[in-house]
């Protein structure tokens, strides 16, 4: 982005949006379309720690983000996890999704919490 393009926040804007940005930090959701299923889940933005416990986790932590925050439908509910005979909970996630799916959907995870594109390098005009 260039310098001119870009406004700079005052100390005024950011108190004006207090409430916005709080509430953008823990309410945030996003729906997708899963080919599979032919239908669409909704996923919540995880927090710092579901992030961090994911990104420690080698060939689980996919599995292990999309289960903490696929929320609708509920993928935690127990009729569903019993119709699927799951022993342990988290197996949902791999019986509902496909492989790709699941690391589809944990990056859209991930991209919610602000990894990824959120911040972008605003350069100087050389002439």
């Known amino acids: 982005m260039r310098k001119e393009q870009v ?3 005052t100390l005024q804007e950011l108190i004006a949006k207090k409430e916005q940005i709080q509430d953008t930090k823990t309410n945030k959701t996003k ?6 299923l032919d239908g669409s889940v909704t996923i919540q933005k995880p ?10 986790m ?3 932590g996919d599995t292990y983000l999309v289960y903490h925050c696929v929320v609708q439908p509920n993928v935690k ?5 019993q119709a699927f005979g799951c022993t342990e909970p988290i197996e ?4 509902l999704f496909e492989i790709g799916e699941i690391s589809a959907i944990a990056k859209e995870c991930i991209t919610l919490a602000g990894y990824g594109d959120s911040v972008t390098v605003v350069e100087d005009i050389k002439n």
């Not at 509910?77 to 996890?81: A, I, Q, S, V, Y």
């Open 92 to 95: 949902i996630v791999e019986k």
């Open 31 to 36: 729906d997708l379309y899963i080919s599979s």
């Open 7 to 9: 406004k700079k926040l």
């Open 47 to 56: 927090d710092k720690q579901l992030c961090l416990d994911a990104l420690e």
């Open 58 to 60: 080698d060939q689980q």
């Open 77 to 81: 509910d127990k009729k569903l996890l």
